[in-house]
């Protein structure tokens, strides 16, 4: 269209920032449509758990994300999306937290599964991470130092003993632990009740671990940069690949990007990983094959008595769900964590690119402003 200018300079310049403005509205509010939920639920997998501080998971979804508590009179608000099947609302985040000294006490799941993730270590603080999304719009992502993590045990819909599931998940691949700290993990894990918070051995887990461990000398492939890598913890040992890839994997790369998209895929028969990019491109396949070797790995016989029999073939998944914290308690490592799903069953190929386009789509982008800790 075109305009045509016949006032004075000041009220051209007013026109232009009104103009402006309804432009940024329009960006901020406009994102909605498919979520990766729906992409699953198409191809026959639905999520059973749906988790971010970032956006609705689902085209429809227009409830709170997660949960934000004033340190200093204890007091507590929801916070929702702009719209259905949009990005989080800072405006509410922001006034009640004008302090920045609220902390994410709960981050709801978004499927009909209600696994809701509460304390399990310390909390993060709420608004120390301010990433960009949309071409313009402010969100929080959950900054995790040493001594932080999330869970909930008592879960519904999600996998156990040797059924199969798939993870998706969003993390940053340029904060990551150096060390063997353990674990920056999203998925299925021991109920910590059940467990009393120690390690059930081999196959309790199945979740996706990210970051540079080599745990029993496991690795990816670090002949040019070491780590970090998409694994899977799948207790007693983070691992990049199985069968004869149980130990060395040079097949998984090292994803040193800030946005970074993974996959982990828990097969009755075999596991997979992918990563990728969340700003752009495909995923890629780190690995597809048996699980890990039980004699290789030489942890199997750890936890083993007379009634129960550790191994990672066949998988004995607990089904409770943790994040940046490990099954047994572990708690030492860092890293940032945006959005996850995890889905019954084994999805196709073409599910994991349509996801991997819709993370694409979000448009992560990290910002540099005072008094917030930008993650480059």
């Not at 492939?221 to 913890?233: E, K, L, S």
Request: proline share 5%; aromatic share 10%.
């Amino acid at each position: 269209f075109s305009i045509n200018i016949i006032d004075t300079n000041m009220n051209v310049c007013y026109f232009s920032v009104a103009l402006l403005t309804i432009l940024v509205f329009f960006v901020s509010t406009s994102y909605a449509g498919e979520g990766p939920c729906d992409i699953t639920n198409k191809g026959g997998n639905p999520c059973v758990a749906a988790h971010s501080t970032v956006r609705a998971l689902y085209g429809s979804y227009d409830g709170p994300l997660y949960k934000v508590t004033r340190t200093s009179d204890g007091m507590s608000t929801d916070v929702g999306v702009l719209k259905a099947g949009g990005f989080a609302n800072i405006t509410t985040h922001d006034s009640f937290c004008s302090k920045m000294d609220c902390n994410i006490s709960i981050v709801y799941d978004q499927s009909p599964m209600r696994n809701h993730l509460g304390a399990r270590h310390k909390i993060v603080n709420a608004s120390q991470h301010k990433i960009e999304v949309g071409g313009g719009t402010y969100v929080y992502g959950m900054w995790f130092d040493p001594g932080f993590g999330y869970h909930v045990d008592f879960t519904k819909g999600v996998a156990t003993g040797n059924e199969p599931e798939s993870i998706y998940a969003v993390m940053s691949g340029t904060r990551t632990q150096p060390d063997r700290s353990c674990c920056f993990d999203y998925g299925n894990s021991e109920n910590s009740v059940y467990a009393k918070n120690k390690s059930m051995g081999a196959g309790a887990m199945e979740a996706i671990y990210f970051g540079k461990t080599h745990w029993m000398g496991n690795t990816g492939d670090n002949t040019t940069v070491d780590g970090p890598w998409v694994g899977a913890d799948l207790e007693a040992g983070m691992y990049y690949g199985g069968g004869n890839e149980t130990r060395v994997n040079p097949n998984n790369k090292p994803l040193t990007h800030p946005f970074v998209s993974l996959y982990l895929r828990g097969a009755t028969d075999s596991f997979a990983l992918k990563g990728g990019d969340a700003t752009k491109g495909p995923f890629q396949t780190m690995y597809n094959g048996p699980r890990p070797d039980c004699k290789i790995a030489q942890v199997c016989a750890r936890h083993e008595n007379a009634t129960y029999h550790p191994s990672y073939q066949p998988m004995h998944k607990q089904g409770a769900i943790i994040l940046a914290t490990g099954g047994d308690m572990s708690n030492s490592a860092l890293g940032n964590f945006y959005e996850g799903i995890m889905v019954t069953g084994v999805t196709t190929d073409e599910t994991d690119d349509a996801v991997q386009a819709n993370i694409v789509a979000v448009g992560y982008k990290n910002v540099d402003l005072p008094g917030y800790r930008s993650d480059w």
